[in-house]
T-cell receptor
Framework: AQTVTQSQPEMSVQEAETVTLSCTYDTSENNYYLFWYKQPPSRQMILVIRQEAYKQQNATENRFSVNFQKAAKSFSLKISDSQLGDTAMYFC?????????FGAGTILRVKS | NAGVTQTPKFRILKIGQSMTLQCTQDMNHNYMYWYRQDPGMGLKLIYYSVGAGITDKGEVPNGYNVSRSTTEDFPLRLELAAPSQTSVYFCASSHGLAGGPEQYFGPGTRLTVT
């Protein structure tokens, strides 16, 4: 069974600074995907970034990037130049086949 | 494209009542899912479907039923509502194996059972 652990229940960062959210996962599969989803106060789940496990290069999407350490089963999200609109719950998820397993989430608060 | 739509947005039920949460997607996705999110928690899979006429249980299926008569629609039925079913319910869809397992979510339904 796949499990996803987010060890930081809450984090805060000053506007324009950089923050890193941690995620570890456990899977016995070889071909899997990893995702970060953002859930702002509107509750809408928004896909932030995805990483294919077979790719060594870390995924980036504008101010969002990941540090994927396959051997350590670690998948952290770095948010650069934090903005007030980044305030949200962030969920890490692993996917194999047709299912996703979600972590418990990290609340990120960006302060002005 | 509207993506994944859910109705209603909010609902209050009395204990023992029944209701159906509606979910529709217009992306021609084969895979559809229902999750519940309890306060301060992650998402737990209730049921999923890999195509019309095919459904299967997820992690927390008790107290719920689903059907999938068309590719677009995947309603979730609550029978005999209980306070433990107070939660936010999300429907999601994905291409599936060929297109990657990332899922696209509806806006959610906040359900309160009193």
């Amino acid at each position: 069974a796949q499990t996803v652990t987010q060890s930081q229940p809450e984090m805060s960062v000053q506007e324009a600074e950089t923050v890193t959210l941690s995620c570890t996962y456990d899977t016995s599969e070889n071909n899997y995907y990893l995702f970060w989803y953002k859930q702002p106060p509107s509750r809408q789940m928004i896909l932030v970034i995805r990483q294919e496990a077979y790719k060594q290069q870390n995924a980036t999407e504008n101010r969002f990037s990941v540090n994927f350490q396959k051997a350590a089963k670690s998948f952290s999200l770095k948010i650069s130049d934090s903005q007030l609109g980044d305030t949200a719950m962030y969920f890490c998820a692993s996917g194999y086949g047709n299912k996703l397993v979600f972590g418990a989430g990290t609340i990120l608060r960006v302060k002005s | 494209n509207a993506g994944v739509t859910q109705t209603p947005k909010f609902r209050i039920l009395k204990i023992g009542q029944s209701m159906t949460l509606q979910c529709t997607q217009d992306m021609n996705h084969n895979y559809m899912y229902w999750y519940r999110q309890d306060p301060g928690m992650g998402l737990k899979l209730i049921y999923y479907s890999v195509g019309a006429g095919i459904t299967d249980k997820g992690e927390v299926p008790n107290g719920y039923n689903v059907s999938r008569s068309t590719t677009e629609d995947f309603p979730l039925r609550l029978e005999l509502a209980a306070p433990s079913q107070t939660s936010v319910y999300f429907c999601a869809s994905s291409h599936g194996l060929a297109g990657g397992p990332e899922q696209y979510f509806g806006p959610g339904t906040r359900l309160t059972v009193t």
